[in-house]
């Protein structure tokens, strides 16, 4: 009886473990999806910026100018940013929020891929009646919508970003003349995040 006794003890106490790991992590997971679409926002935002300088890149340096200069009490605006640090500044802040984008879209993903290991080792406990709503019950419920959501992640968006990258970079040297160390920077910066693109569609290559 006594044996009985503790084997019920260890697997409730087990279960409570598990049952509030998998709470945890889920919690964790939300947090981070929560992230990557601000992210991919906020880079959205960033491009959006960035094609509103290509198509007039002093109209752009010259709002900044007017901005900064009423920030700072000036009411006769003067060039404080000349129109190649703006871009520069802009494809500086593109790399970083991209980069950062790549590594929490992959991060989410492991940890969707943890909580389904979760929910089925608690699922089995109750006879797959409960335990099934991020798992077994979204992907076979919602599948063609998962299926979408995971193109427009993993494959339209990379496209379009390096389609982006590419025309940016012929706009770099194809730009009224601006002086040599921009076209450097900007160049670097460019490959720098084509190179973080290619790490993030080779992660999710191996992936599937």
């Not at 950062?100 to 989410?108: P, R």
């Not at 335990?131 to 427009?152: D, K, M, P, S």
């Amino acid at each position: 009886m006594s044996n009985a006794t503790d084997s019920q003890t260890h697997s409730d106490t087990e279960l409570q473990l598990l049952s509030s790991h998998y709470s945890e992590t889920f919690a964790l997971t939300k947090d981070a999806v929560g992230k990557r679409d601000r992210l991919f926002l906020y880079v959205l935002i960033v491009i959006t910026l960035l094609l509103l300088y290509m198509n007039a890149p002093s109209a752009v340096s010259d709002w900044l100018n007017s901005f900064v200069s009423h920030q700072v009490g000036n009411n006769n605006p003067t060039t404080i940013l000349n129109s190649a640090f703006i871009g520069t500044i802009l494809s500086l802040g593109l790399l970083s929020l991209s980069h950062t984008y790549f590594q929490t879209v992959l991060h989410v993903e492991r940890q969707y891929e943890y909580v389904y290991q979760l929910e089925d080792q608690l699922s089995q406990l109750f006879a797959d009646k409960a335990f099934i709503r991020e798992g077994r019950h979204y992907r076979g419920n919602q599948r063609l919508f998962a299926v979408w959501t995971r193109v427009i992640f993993w494959i339209l968006s990379p496209i379009l970003f390096l389609v982006f990258n590419i025309v940016w970079l012929i706009f770099v040297f194809s730009a009224p003349r601006a002086p040599i160390i921009y076209l450097v920077v900007d160049s670097l910066i460019t490959l720098s995040t084509l190179l973080s693109l290619g790490f993030y569609l080779l992660a999710i290559i191996k992936k599937k």
